[in-house]
């Protein structure tokens, strides 16, 4: 059996194994004001953070998910998520803005349908809609990115 790294020991481990990528990146959770959404934000701020934005952020998706393997966890609301720079958690907030044009529209119009996100973007606008009693999300489209439908229930 593999051992899991706790919660409480990842910022040390992720600030480690940068160290030994020779980045300069350290690694701190900082609330994100929202835990529903975006819950156990760490943050990596340094020299080199923002090489970990490259790519498309190839670089910081990778680490988490070596970071999610370390801790052996399958619950979302325990795993730890990076952000750099804040670009997530303004991505985070971007996203409940425009979900909350898409339920206006979907009600003015019957459906609003957002262009491709990414697995967590459409996690945030499900969750975001979840709160709109009237309304139902719906993923369209195959693999990773995929585009999400709010449309009124029927």
Known sequence: MRHATPIEGIPELATKWCA??????????????????????MVLSGQDALFLLSGRSQPLDALQFLLHEAQGERDESKLV??????????????????????????????????ASLTPKERRWVHIVISNESDLETQSEGFGAVKSLKVCRKA
């Open 20 to 41: 030994h990528l020779g980045f300069d990146v350290t690694a701190t959770f900082e609330k994100s004001g929202d835990d529903r959404l975006f819950p156990n934000r």
């Open 81 to 114: 998520y990076l952000d750099v720079s804040g670009m997530r958690l303004f991505r985070m907030q971007e996203l409940v803005a425009m979900a909350n044009l898409a339920a206006e529209k979907a009600r003015q119009t019957g459906s609003y349908t957002f």
